[in-house]
């Protein structure tokens, strides 16, 4: 069989080159010596004879070098994983471990896996199912338990989360209204007025209310970023039928996250409102705020964010008529100063 690839050598400094001769292209092995040379010339020729081949070899190697390699399954990857998860985090691995659309996929071994296995179960799952299979995948990349990646990451089908918006003024207090419980009636209006985590509402105490300063503090279980909030005449009427002692929802904060979701949804149902969560409470805060005119600043604050991008994301669907100069400065005064400019400085 002809050899596609040659070995020649050029120049002053004895540089091999390999000659491609179905191309007629030449490319440098950057190697000067001969006989590293010929090895890299006879392993590309080798390449085209015997792929299959090449691949076991591959793996032999990797195998000699990990000894898990050949056995080590997605389960154990996954487990792995999630070991080194805590609190909320580490939920979410265990519920993912439950996913239906990753249960062929976990008892396969990772060195025997193939891009269509991936594919199909990407093509059962949800957005969640791609969200921790790509962490997966790029979790086993890291470790070293793969050689390359089965999915490049161009390649991976895009995450599209559903719409999400915020709870009205008017489906709120169809629900408050609605709602015989007590505790759970004032932990939605909590959460309408602070506009925090359910989790973070959830896990408040007496001791984290100040009535000195009217603010509430605490730190948000998600990224621990401390928020201290003002509270306002409302919100205060609220704190005041709660204990003074203890923790201010001794039921709901015993329960997780999933059951007070599946208890509010159960609320909805009630009243016929349809396409809200817990969460969209804070998308409610924060587009409020927007129409407001609240300092982005201070949202970023009050929602324990960091990035402008993630406060103008829970705002984008908001719309806010924008009033003409006139009006703005009749009806606020006191925000307009009346400014000398210097002649020809416009």
């Known amino acids: 069989m002809k050899m596609r690839y040659r070995l020649v050598r050029r120049g002053e400094r004895n540089t091999y080159y390999c000659f491609d001769t179905a191309t007629k292209k030449r490319a440098s092995l950057e190697t000067a010596d001969p006989d590293e040379a010929q090895r890299l010339i006879d392993a590309k020729n080798d390449s085209l004879r015997q792929p299959s081949l090449n691949l076991n070899i591959a793996r032999a190697y990797l195998a000699g070098t990990d000894s898990g390699y050949?056995?080590?399954?997605?389960?154990?990857?996954?487990?792995?994983?999630?070991?080194?998860?805590?609190?909320?985090?580490?939920?979410r691995w265990l519920r993912a471990t439950k996913d239906k659309a990753l249960k062929p996929l976990l008892p396969r071994c990772i060195a025997e896996t193939q891009a269509e296995h991936l594919f199909a179960a990407l093509k059962a799952g949800t957005v969640s199912t791609n969200v921790h299979l790509r962490k997966l995948h790029n979790f086993i990349l890291d470790m070293g338990w793969s050689a390359w990646p089965l999915i490049p990451k161009r390649q991976w089908p895009g995450i599209v989360f559903k719409d999400k918006r915020a709870i009205t003024l008017a489906e709120h207090q169809k629900i408050i209204q609605n709602e015989q419980n007590p505790e759970r009636k004032?932990?939605?209006?909590?959460?309408?007025?602070?506009?925090?985590?359910?989790?973070?509402?959830?896990?408040?105490?007496?001791?984290?209310?100040?009535?000195?300063?009217?603010?509430?503090?605490?730190?948000?279980?998600?990224?621990?970023?401390?928020?201290?909030?003002?509270?306002?005449?409302?919100?205060?009427?609220?704190?005041?039928?709660?204990?003074?002692?203890?923790?201010?929802?001794?039921?709901?904060s015993k329960l997780n996250s999933a059951h007070r979701a599946?208890?509010?949804?159960?609320?909805?149902?009630?009243?016929?409102?349809?396409?809200?969560?817990?969460?969209?409470?804070?998308?409610?805060?924060?587009?409020?705020?927007?129409?407001?005119?609240?300092?982005?600043?201070?949202?970023?604050?009050?929602?324990?964010?960091?990035s402008k991008a993630v406060h103008r994301a829970y705002a984008k669907n908001c719309q806010?008529?924008?009033?003409?100069?006139?009006?703005?400065?009749?009806?606020?005064?006191?925000?307009?100063?009346?400014?000398q400019f210097a002649k020809g400085a416009c």
């Open 262 to 306: 599946t208890e509010f949804q159960r609320a909805c149902r009630r009243v016929g409102v349809a396409g809200v969560t817990l969460h969209s409470y804070r998308y409610a805060w924060a587009q409020r705020a927007k129409v407001a005119g609240f300092p982005l600043r201070f949202a970023q604050e009050f929602l324990g964010h960091q």
């Open 70 to 91: 050949a056995e080590r399954t997605w389960q154990d990857a996954l487990n792995a994983l999630t070991d080194n998860k805590q609190g909320e985090t580490k939920a």
């Open 320 to 339: 806010v008529r924008i009033p003409s100069l006139e009006e703005y400065s009749s009806s606020s005064p006191g925000r307009i100063l009346s400014v």
């Open 186 to 252: 004032a932990f939605y209006e909590l959460c309408w007025f602070l506009g925090a985590a359910q989790g973070d509402v959830a896990s408040l105490s007496a001791e984290d209310v100040d009535w000195k300063t009217k603010t509430i503090g605490f730190g948000r279980a998600k990224t621990g970023v401390p928020v201290i909030i003002s509270f306002s005449a409302e919100a205060q009427e609220v704190l005041e039928r709660l204990p003074m002692e203890g923790q201010l929802f001794p039921n709901f």
